[in-house]
């Protein structure tokens, strides 16, 4: 397929408003699919188990966008895909994707559930609001954990004491600011050539623009290519995906499905979320996926319903469509809590164990920058330390039970934590708290089962 032919199909395709895309196209069909397949599972399920409900997902998924398609919002009407299309893309990414360059490079590789393959980690909280200063300690912060594997990073809202406006100059030296930093912190740590998923600055395709100037993007570096809620793109990101043709950046997709929105309970989401990962490996023409679902209620990913649905988006796609799927953890906490480190460590284990790479920490919702390494040290030893311990998903249920216990009280009222400056000190390393913390975390979790 050609990419400007897809394209096209946003101007040709039958014109919707967005009101009824959203009953007709989306809630509606999404409900009979989850009923013809039979998708309903025990509301007690915290991983999925079965191969072969995770390939009736998928199967689903596909017949849902082949039925759908994916709205432009720009243009009102519907890009249509057909099965063979949609199959097609899928298949293509069945492939390792490298990032990074030099010593520095990482190659992500589609896994399996239960596999003692190490999962990739990405470190960083994207899209969180925060000022250069706290942007640079921050991601130096996690630069520098030799846990991490490719970096990713917040959003720079403010320059020179103006507010960053959309499509503006000022998103454009947002952008510019970005790109200087991570170049920068990458050279100082010693990683030149670590990977960034980058570009969080960028609001519109203007900044996503600037990036492919000097000094900006390197080799192995990617930028998202989003859907928005849900089944819906836009020229702005049809733009990205022009930006990146014939250049050595990689598009990652993202899907940031509602469990309790249009797509319904957490069977319909799935469903969704499989369907968007899959448009975007058509439209947006992906190297690799970014599955983040987002509670309707309590918004963290470390909730029981969007651990399940990554475990079921993971194996979905192992079992039909093997593919690179990086899983957002955003937890509820913030830094300087214990909740988080036990949300950080419950989401990971659940990942890890159902197929999937780490990405994160969004901590505290990923709303204030309320973050540090520590946590996405944590996230990346649970990980890695999972696998090489050859843990299952059954041997893995009861263990993210008992840390579920732990922390879930934080989810009906909020848990911020501590701003980074109180949690390291200046010397970029954390607070003794912050530390011993962690390691009382590691204890309760080497006390049910998880060796380090």
């Known amino acids: 397929m050609e990419f400007l032919d897809i394209v096209a199909r946003g101007y040709t395709g039958e014109a919707v408003a967005k009101e009824d895309w959203d009953l007709d196209y989306v809630a509606l069909p999404l409900m009979e699919i989850v009923s013809n397949y039979e998708l309903k599972r025990p509301a007690d399920e915290i991983l999925l188990t079965d191969k072969e409900v995770a390939a009736r997902y998928f199967e689903a998924a596909v017949e849902f966008l082949a039925e759908s398609g994916v709205y432009n919002q720009s243009t009102g009407r519907v890009i249509r895909l057909t099965k063979e299309e949609i199959l097609e893309a899928a298949a293509a990414m069945n492939k390792p994707v490298t990032v990074g360059s030099g010593k520095d490079a990482f190659t992500f590789e589609p896994r399996k559930p239960d596999s003692t393959v190490l999962p990739g980690v990405v470190a960083g909280n994207p899209g969180c609001p925060m000022n250069e200063d706290i942007f640079c300690r921050t991601v130096r912060s996690w630069a520098k954990e030799p846990v991490v594997d490719m970096i990713t990073c917040g959003s720079i809202v403010e320059v020179d004491?103006?507010?960053?406006?959309?499509?503006?100059?000022?998103?454009?030296?947002?952008?510019?600011?970005?790109?200087?930093?991570?170049?920068?912190?990458?050279?100082?740590?010693?990683?030149?050539?670590?990977?960034?998923?980058?570009?969080?600055?960028?609001?519109?395709?203007?900044?996503?623009?600037?990036?492919?100037?000097?000094?900006?993007?390197?080799?192995?570096?990617?930028?998202?290519?989003?859907?928005?809620?849900?089944?819906?793109?836009?020229?702005?990101?049809?733009?990205?995906?022009?930006?990146?043709?014939?250049?050595?950046?990689?598009?990652?997709?993202?899907?940031?499905?509602?469990?309790?929105?249009?797509?319904?309970?957490?069977?319909?989401?799935?469903?969704?979320?499989?369907?968007?990962?899959?448009?975007?490996?058509?439209?947006?023409?992906?190297?690799?996926?970014l599955c983040h679902p987002i509670h309707l209620k309590y918004i963290a990913t470390s909730t029981a319903e969007c651990m399940w649905l990554q475990s079921v988006v993971c194996q979905a796609f192992d079992a039909c469509a093997p593919a690179v799927i990086v899983c957002d953890i955003y937890p509820k906490s913030g830094a300087g809590t214990k909740e988080l480190l036990l949300e950080v460590a419950a989401n990971a284990l659940a990942i890890t164990v159902s197929g999937g790479h780490l990405e994160g920490v969004g901590s505290c919702d990923g709303l204030k920058p309320h973050c540090s390494g520590l946590e996405a040290r944590m996230m990346g030893e649970v990980g890695k330390a999972a696998a090489r311990q050859g843990l299952t998903r059954e041997t893995a249920k009861p263990i993210i039970r008992e840390l579920l216990k732990k922390y879930e009280h934080v989810f009906p009222v909020g848990n911020e934590g501590l701003c980074f400056d109180e949690v390291y000190g200046e010397d970029g390393e954390p607070r003794d708290f912050w530390l011993n913390m962690y390691e009382e975390v590691w204890q309760e979790l080497e006390n049910l089962g998880l060796k380090k």
Do not use: W
């Open 161 to 289: 004491g103006h507010a960053v406006i959309r499509a503006t100059p000022s998103e454009v030296i947002a952008l510019r600011r970005e790109m200087k930093y991570l170049n920068q912190i990458c050279d100082e740590v010693g990683r030149p050539g670590l990977g960034r998923l980058a570009a969080e600055s960028s609001v519109s395709e203007i900044g996503d623009l600037a990036a492919m100037a000097p000094g900006g993007f390197r080799s192995g570096d990617a930028h998202l290519i989003a859907l928005s809620n849900e089944m819906i793109t836009d020229n702005d990101n049809l733009i990205r995906v022009a930006n990146a043709i014939d250049t050595p950046v990689l598009n990652a997709s993202l899907a940031c499905v509602m469990i309790g929105g249009l797509a319904g309970g957490r069977e319909g989401a799935a469903v969704c979320m499989i369907a968007s990962l899959l448009a975007d490996a058509v439209i947006g023409q992906s190297d690799y996926h």
